[in-house]
C-alpha cells in the first residue's frame, strides 16, 4: 500500500511550507507572537503524526514520478507576498491530503483542527505583508515641484513635519525615467514616515519602491492593475459620482478620491462634485457589504472651506496648493489638520 509515500511527501510539505511562512513572521514582519504560532503549528503537525509508523521508510525520490513536473507558475516570485502566498497554499493542500488519506489508516492522524488553524495564520501572515488596505489617512500632499514656492523637498520635509501622513507624487510632465527618478527620491526622503503614493504609473510606482498607485479615469483601469500587480501595491481611483465609486470597489479599489469638492486652477474640472457627493460617498461606504473602500477628498480644498467637508463626514482630505504654493508648508498642513478635525 502506497498511504505512507504519500502521508510523508505531504508531511515534508507542510513542514517546510509552515517554516517558510514563520520565516517571514521573523525575519520580515519582526512578529514574535505570529512566529511562535507558526512554530507551534510545525510541532503540532509532528505530533499529530507521531503514532505514524516512521514515514521515512516509505520514501522513494528517485522513483517519484512527480518530481520533473512543473508549471511556469511555479518559478515566477514578484515579491515576498507571493512567497508566502505559495507557501500557505501549500500548507493548506498539504493538511488537507494527510486528513483524507489518513483516514485510511486504523488511528487517523487528528489534522482537521490543525487545517483550520492554518487558514487563520495563512489569512494573518497574508494581510500583514499585502501592503493593500491603507491605513486612513488625514492629510494628502499632492506633490507637484512647479506649484511649489520653495524647493520641493523642503516643502516635502515641512509638510510631513506638519502633519501629512501620505504624498502623491503627480508630476504629470515628466517622462517615465524622471518620474522613477522622483518617486525613488520621495520614498528614500519620507517613506519610512509616511505613504509614499505614485500618480498614473503602477509600473513606476513598483520600480520606485512607493506603497502605492492612483489611478483616474482614463488610466490604467484598477481591475487591470490588481491583476498584475496584485497586493503588491495599494491601489487608490479618482471618482466624481458613486457608480464610479461603485466600480472600483468592485474592482478592488483600497480608497477612492472623491471630488473635486471645489474649484481648482490645477485642474480644470467641467462638473464639481461637490461635499454632497462626499456626504453620498460616506453614507454609501457604511452601508457597502464589502471591504469599505477608503477616501479623500480632493479639488480645491483650503484651510477655510475644510470645514465644510468635515460636517459632510470627511475623514482625508488630498491638497496640492494649498500646501505646495504657501510660503510656511508646516503652517498650512497643520491648519488643514485642524480645520477637518474640528467638527469631529
Known amino acids: 500500500m502506497q498511504i505512507p509515500r504519500v502521508l510523508d511527501a505531504n508531511f515534508n510539505r507542510a513542514r517546510e511550507a509552515l517554516r517558510t511562512m514563520e520565516e517571514a513572521a521573523r525575519f520580515l514582519l519582526n512578529d514574535a507572537a505570529l512566529s511562535r504560532e507558526l512554530k507551534q503549528l510545525r510541532h503540532d503537525i509532528t505530533a499529530a503524526l507521531a503514532h505514524v509508523a516512521d514515514l521515512t521508510y516509505a520514501r522513494d525520490t528517485p522513483g517519484d514520478v512527480g518530481t520533473a ?36 489508516l486504523p488511528n487517523p492522524p487528528a489534522v ?3 487545517r483550520y488553524r492554518a487558514y487563520e495564520l495563512q489569512r494573518r501572515l497574508h494581510a500583514a505583508l499585502a501592503p493593500g488596505q491603507p491605513h486612513p489617512w488625514r492629510l494628502c500632499l499632492l506633490l507637484t515641484e512647479s506649484l511649489c514656492q520653495r524647493p520641493w523637498q523642503q516643502v516635502l ?4 513635519d506638519g502633519g501629512v501622513d501620505c504624498v502623491q507624487v503627480r508630476e504629470k510632465d515628466m517622462n517615465a525615467a524622471a518620474l522613477l527618478d522622483r518617486a525613488r527620491d520621495v520614498v528614500k526622503r519620507v517613506g519610512h514616515r509616511v505613504t509614499v503614493i505614485v500618480n498614473d504609473r503602477a509600473d513606476v510606482a513598483l520600480a520606485a519602491g512607493a506603497h502605492g498607485v492612483h489611478l483616474g479615469q482614463g488610466d490604467l483601469p484598477c481591475a487591470h492593475a490588481r491583476k498584475l500587480f496584485g497586493r503588491q501595491l495599494i491601489i487608490g481611483v479618482s471618482t466624481s459620482n458613486l457608480d464610479q465609486a461603485q466600480a472600483a470597489a468592485d474592482a478592488g479599489a483600497d480608497y ?3 471630488g473635486p469638492m471645489f474649484p481648482t486652477t490645477t485642474k480644470h474640472k467641467p462638473v464639481l462634485a461637490g461635499p454632497g457627493y462626499l456626504k453620498q460617498y460616506v453614507d454609501w461606504a457604511h452601508q457597502h457589504p464589502g471591504p469599505k473602500p477608503g477616501h479623500l477628498a480632493i479639488g480645491g480644498i483650503t484651510a477655510d472651506n475644510a470645514g465644510q467637508l468635515a460636517t459632510a463626514g ?31
Not at 513536473?69 to 511555479?74: G, H, I, L, N, R
Open 69 to 104: 513536473t512543473t508549471t511556469a507558475a511555479e518559478g515566477i516570485r514578484r515579491s515576498t507576498a507571493d512567497v508566502v502566498a505559495a507557501a500557505g497554499n501549500r500548507l493548506t493542500e498539504a493538511l488537507r491530503v494527510l486528513e483524507e488519506y489518513g483516514k485510511v
Open 112 to 114: 482537521e483542527a490543525l
Open 157 to 160: 520635509d515641512a509638510a510631513v
Open 256 to 258: 477612492c478620491g472623491v
Open 314 to 344: 470627511v475623514y482625508g482630505i488630498a491638497v496640492s496648493s494649498a500646501i505646495c504654493h504657501a510660503t510656511d508648508p508646516q503652517a498650512a498642513a497643520q491648519a488643514l489638520v485642524t480645520a477637518i478635525d474640528r467638527d469631529q
